[in-house]
């Protein structure tokens, strides 16, 4: 690389060559360094700047008003304990679903189609918008629910806390699911075979070695959880009723007043929470680590077989799993009658609706601008990673922190943030270097700052699982690709990239899913022009027409399923390595 | 493999572009259009900011009367009917939102420099009054507007009165046959301890509907104190205030709650629609009644459509669309036809609801309401 540098006496065409060559590596180690700048701009403009914006008018004079006025109010120290108390039930009741699934998974003695399904109902709420569960709940458990009334005679109230509680444990377990049934797979048997040799019953050992060792990933579970909770919209706005939480009182600031001070005043009420919890969750995710020092685990351990245990936890998890499907199979069957419960005949009126109305728009709409995210989101999630991983600045912590901002803050905040930042255009030094994103007479109808949104919530989890593909990666192979005269960045695509194709397939796919589903962050962005799926379906539910919103969201998740099978052909999960043995 | 990699980054950069052109053609409306007024639109200079925008449709440019973008607050197929048939007569390409009464103020008040909409239609005079205070109206008076009662209408032209509707109880026939409680026909009928978490109605702070029955209340017992007392006590029967007005009708329909307060027009409109055991009935005490307004929206980008919007909407054969989609307000135009099951007025006792007074007072009370009721304990 270096060769190129400093004169010698070549011929005037040996040097031409030589020139053009130094200036091709140049421009293309660059690209390294363009993907760097591009990376490091787009997390400051859309992840950043919104919240600068937010946090310099929250602590503005006005903003200062506001929040004296907040905190005399008592109706908002209310609300601010209604938050934690629900963060707190739900992160308890969600860990502890988590944790169950994730123990009958890795285990206990069971039979495979058993497990097969409650995994399924594990991830079914990813491919849905979050708050179609609490519709279903309340057609099912309401004050007239098919099961706990009509079928049971029970009058239960489920707006408030606990169908908050129930709705939201369905909606969001599967983080804690997967968090921990990770960490089981990877726990080495040994120990706990070491400990049975050494006499300790299973309840025993489970008390004293298993549980010791899960506790980070169980805490970093529950932590997560608890953000996630306090972050949610969607379910609270349907399901609370007068139960309210920060976010949905932030919502009402905006909608209902107009009022992006006492708005950005509420965000930072729920920011510092928000951001405290989801970094200890994350010094706690590194060092648990720690903990698989012991090496590979070195062989699957014994599962448990007695029946005093194995009977109530499989069959605990197999009547949460059922639910699950109790509720999506009522969605489904919502779609296609009047009014389910009340008005069983069969119509496809909703669909009608659907389809025929603006509805089309939306779901036009709302695919394509998810289409545009998603590849953008993938490719900065790698992108980033690499860097991340095998960079060798200062800055990259920095930029990985930045980048996970996009999901540690509650969707609601970047609302606001984007009304604050974007509604007017964007000037650095007096130009103009982004026009005016939301509102009124936005570009593309504010289309642009919806995608935005869409790429900055889901690059996160591009990003982790990008790093997670790449620390598997030995350098060494890299070093031999450079070392062989290759650049960088064509070690990055024809090396890196193919290696870790599984994990940017699945954040391909991560990405599709969560854009499509995602309802806080975009409610305060729609404008006439663009409609979005996720906000008709919260229109739908809340003006009653329940049949409608089921129609939506059987849409919704079609449209999510399809694209999955669509990219599994198109992109596929295979590896560089067997495509070119292909 | 070696030419797939710069080909994917070559394919991002062209979504990218693409997006740039299908983005703006998405957002038009699905429906298909006469493609003649086309071609009559000057070339707009418009966003000069972006190269590809050289294909862009005419909806963002400030074009006189090619689209109309209107601010919706009634139910949804209302809307969707009223755009359709004044495209239809017009010819002229009409888009809504629809939003609750206090949305639609907010979406005013945020859009004030640069509005988005062009027309607001629907939604109680209440928020019209505030709306004009705010310096967010222009007066327009349409030739039209001469056979509007002058009750009806603003009389400096801000708004004008495009249909009536009045408050009242929807009740489900079978969850008050379950508990034993008579329809109710006084508001006193609501504080009745069988009724507990048995009745719902909207919140002030987002729907004018709940602001229209918390407002009739002042009127009723003629101060906001004694409103208060009344709503304090009413709250211990109260299972969910909900953002949209009309929802505790829903609610009530799925048999959650035995009482909605809600307008009785989104009563029968639910009834007739597949709950038949919904059934209206009024306080004899006298019940608050919304004019639904229309206006001209300061800084209008359409405002040649909007105006034909405003002289359509006040025609008799426009008023009728309404109870074809089961909507059944009553219309202003005394020469509309008014559906049988339209609310008799003169069967109703009304209170002496003054508008303007109730428009400003719209703050200070959603705020009390907030600090005052929803917190109280049960």
């Known amino acids: ?582 | 493999m070696y030419r797939k990699t710069p080909f994917l980054f070559s394919a991002v950069t062209l979504v990218i572009l693409l997006a740039a052109c299908a983005v703006p053609s998405a957002t038009q409306p699905p429906a298909a259009q006469p493609p003649a007024e086309q071609p009559t639109t000057p070339p707009q200079e418009a966003a000069p900011t972006q190269a590809p925008q050289a294909e862009l449709p005419p909806a963002q440019a400030p074009e006189k009367s090619s689209t109309l973008t209107v601010l919706c607050t009634p139910q949804e197929d209302w809307c969707q009917a009223m755009t359709r048939a004044f495209e239809a007569e017009t010819g002229i390409k009409t888009s809504y939102v629809r939003l609750s009464s206090g949305e639609a103020l907010a979406r005013l008040r945020a859009g004030k420099d640069n509005p988005e909409f062009s027309v607001w239609w629907g939604g109680p005079a209440d928020t019209y009054v505030a709306a004009k205070a705010e310096g967010l109206l222009e007066p327009y008076i349409s030739p039209n507007a001469a056979a509007i009662p002058d009750s009806q209408k603003d009389p400096e032209g801000y708004w004008t009165g495009v249909y009536v509707g009045a408050l009242g109880f929807c009740s489900n026939r079978d969850v008050l046959a379950k508990l034993g409680v008579e329809k109710p026909d006084s508001w006193d009928d609501l504080l009745d301890e069988r009724l507990k978490g048995q009745v719902a109605m909207a919140h002030p702070a987002s729907s004018g509907t709940a602001y229209t029955a918390v407002w009739t209340q002042v009127v009723r017992l003629g101060s906001v104190d004694a409103a208060f007392d009344y709503l304090k006590k009413l709250h211990n029967n109260i299972l969910q205030y909900t953002k949209s007005g009309a929802a505790p009708g829903q609610m009530a329909a799925r048999g959650e709650i035995a009482v909605a307060i809600i307008f009785s027009h989104d009563c029968v409109k639910f009834a007739d629609e597949g709950a038949p055991m919904l059934e209206v009935s009024f306080p004899k005490e006298g019940t608050g009644y919304e004019i639904g307004g229309v206006a001209l929206i300061k800084g209008a980008p359409e405002p040649e459509a909007a105006k034909m919007w405003i002289d359509w909407v006040l025609t008799a054969k426009a008023q009728e669309i309404g109870a074809t989609v089961k909507s059944y307000q009553l219309p202003t135009n005394p020469e509309a036809k008014v559906s049988e099951r339209s609310v008799k007025l003169s069967e109703v006792k009304l209170v002496d609801y003054d508008f303007i007074e109730a428009g400003k007072s719209r703050k200070a009370i959603t705020q009390r309401f907030e600090d005052e009721i929803t917190v109280a304990p049960k």
């Open chain 1, 1 to 582: 690389m270096d060769a190129s540098l400093g004169p010698s006496p070549l011929s005037r065409a040996r040097f031409l060559r030589s020139f053009t060559h130094s200036l091709r590596l140049l421009l293309r180690d660059s690209s390294l360094l363009i993907a760097f700048g591009v990376a490091v701009a787009f997390v400051g403009i859309a992840v950043l700047y919104p919240l600068v914006a937010t946090l310099s008018r929250a602590f503005s004079a006005e903003g200062a008003a506001v929040l004296a006025n907040v905190l005399a109010r008592p109706v908002f120290h209310r609300i601010i304990l209604n938050t934690l108390a629900l963060g707190l039930t739900v992160a308890t009741a969600g860990t502890l679903v988590g944790f169950l699934f994730a123990w009958v998974q890795v285990r206990v003695a069971a039979p495979q189609w058993i497990k097969r399904f409650i995994h399924t109902a594990a991830l079914v709420p990813v491919v849905s918008p979050p708050f179609a569960v609490a519709v279903a709940a309340i057609v099912l458990f309401g004050r007239n629910g098919l099961l706990t009334y009509q079928l049971f005679g029970l009058r239960t109230d489920i707006y408030g806390l606990p169908g908050l509680t129930l709705v939201m444990t369905l909606s969001f377990f599967t983080v804690a699911y997967l968090t921990l049934r990770g960490l089981l797979y990877g726990l080495d048997p040994s120990l706990d075979e070491a400990a049975a040799n050494l006499g300790a019953g299973r309840w025993h050992q489970f008390r004293t070695v298993t549980l010791p060792m899960l506790l980070p990933g169980i805490a970093s579970a529950f932590l997560l959880l608890f953000v996630e909770a306090i972050a949610d919209l969607g379910n609270p706005l349907v399901l609370g009723g007068n139960y309210t939480v920060l976010a949905t009182r932030l919502y009402l600031a905006i909608i209902g007043e107009y009022d992006l001070t006492a708005g950005a005043v509420l965000s930072v009420l729920l920011l510092v929470p928000s951001l405290a919890l989801y970094l200890l969750q994350w010094r706690l995710a590194t060092s648990a680590s720690v903990v698989s020092i012991t090496g590979k685990p070195s062989g699957r351990g014994r599962l448990i077989t007695d029946k005093r245990a194995t009977i109530p936890l499989v069959g605990g998890a197999l009547l949460i799993a059922a639910l699950v499907f109790l509720i999506y199979g009522t969605i489904l069957v919502g779609a296609f009658v009047v009014s389910l419960g009340v008005n069983n005949a069969l119509t496809l009126r909703n669909f009608e609706f659907v389809l025929v109305g603006y509805g089309a728009k939306a779901i036009i709409d709302t695919t394509l601008l998810s289409l545009l995210a998603t590849p953008v989101a993938a490719l900065l999630g790698m992108v980033i990673a690499f860097l991340v991983v095998r960079g060798k600045f200062h800055a990259r912590n920095a930029l990985d922190f930045g980048t996970m901002l996009g999901i540690a803050v509650p969707g609601t905040i970047f609302g606001i943030g984007y009304l604050l930042a974007f509604n007017t255009p964007t000037e650095v030094l007096g130009i103009t270097v982004l026009p005016k994103l939301t509102g009124g007479a936005a570009v593309f109808g504010g289309a642009l700052a919806i995608v935005m949104v869409y790429i900055i919530r889901s690059t996160p989890a591009g990003l982790r699982s990008g790093v997670a593909a790449l620390q598997q990666i030995d350098p060494s192979i890299e070093e031999a690709a450079v070392s062989l005269g290759g650049s960088r960045p064509t070690t990055f695509r024809r090396i890196v990239l193919p290696l870790i194709r599984p994990a940017f397939f699945s954040s391909l796919i991560y990405a599709f899913a969560r854009s499509m589903t995602t309802v806080s962050a975009i409610l305060f962005l729609t404008t006439p022009q663009t409609r979005i799926m996720t906000q008709q379906i919260l229109n739908e539910t809340d003006a009653g027409r329940f049949g409608n919103a089921f129609a939506y969201v059987v849409i919704l998740i079609a449209i999510v399923l399809v694209a999955i099978g669509l990219l599994s052909i198109f992109v596929g999960t295979r590896t560089g390595a067997e495509r070119e043995a292909a």
